[in-house]
């Protein structure tokens, strides 16, 4: 059975606030499109570095408890 993590008093769960937070990053990005400086891009590709680095770590404790 899953658990699920509460994060808000109405139930919301820890990973659809993620979930929702991403999409907000998604349109964001997209929006950003043709508009970029070279600087700017980079900066953008370093935090998508650190958003992988943070889910791999979030990942890593799933396989350690199955």
């Known amino acids: 059975m899953e658990k699920k993590m509460q994060s808000k ?4 769960s ?5 979930l929702e937070k ?6 964001a990005v ?3 499109e043709g ?3 070279a600087g700017e891009y980079r900066q ?3 935090r ?6 943070a889910l791999y770590k979030v990942g890593g ?3 350690k408890s199955t």
């Open 30 to 32: 997209e929006s950003c």
């Open 9 to 12: 008093p109405h139930g919301r």
């Open 44 to 46: 953008l590709r370093g």
């Open 14 to 18: 820890l990973a659809d606030a993620a």
């Open 61 to 63: 404790y799933l396989v």
């Open 35 to 37: 508009k970029l400086t």
């Open 22 to 27: 991403m999409e907000e990053a998604i349109e």
């Open 48 to 53: 998508l570095g650190h958003l992988m680095d």
